[in-house]
Nanobody, 129 residues
């Protein structure tokens, strides 16, 4: 059973940077697209970014475009979310997830929760003003 573990969250000030990591157990990590979502207090979980199986295609939510960068290292079974110029409204629990279905050779688009088949437990990011 594949498991995802996020790390790298914390308390930072507005304008700071953080890099989140999502490490997968098991094999075949490189066959799947990976996504990051976030859930702020009292709000629904929302899409942040997605990366295809090979790492050469990425899509971002408008709210993070130009500030966040998703990447992956298939040799390390790890996906990353580099977050720069953080704002208080970025405060949330950040979740990584695996998009269901082998992605090799395929494109990706913005994700919904229904697209994902495995989730991590999340890591909290708090941005103070």
């Amino acid at each position: 059973q594949v498991q995802l573990v996020e790390s790298g969250g914390g308390l930072v000030q507005a304008g700071d940077s953080l890099r989140l990591s999502c490490t997968a157990s098991g094999r075949a990590f490189g066959a799947y697209a990976m996504g990051w979502f976030r859930q702020a207090p009292g709000k629904e979980r929302e899409f942040v970014a997605v990366i295809n199986w090979s790492g050469d295609m990425t899509i971002y939510a408008e709210s993070v475009k130009g500030r966040f960068t998703i990447s992956r290292d298939n040799a390390k079974n790890t996906a990353y979310l580099q977050m720069n110029s953080l704002k208080p409204e970025d405060t949330a629990v950040y979740y990584c997830g695996r998009k269901s279905g082998v992605n090799i050779g395929n494109r990706v688009g913005p994700l919904t929760m229904a697209d994902m088949d495995i989730w991590g437990k999340g890591t909290l990011v708090t941005v103070s003003s």
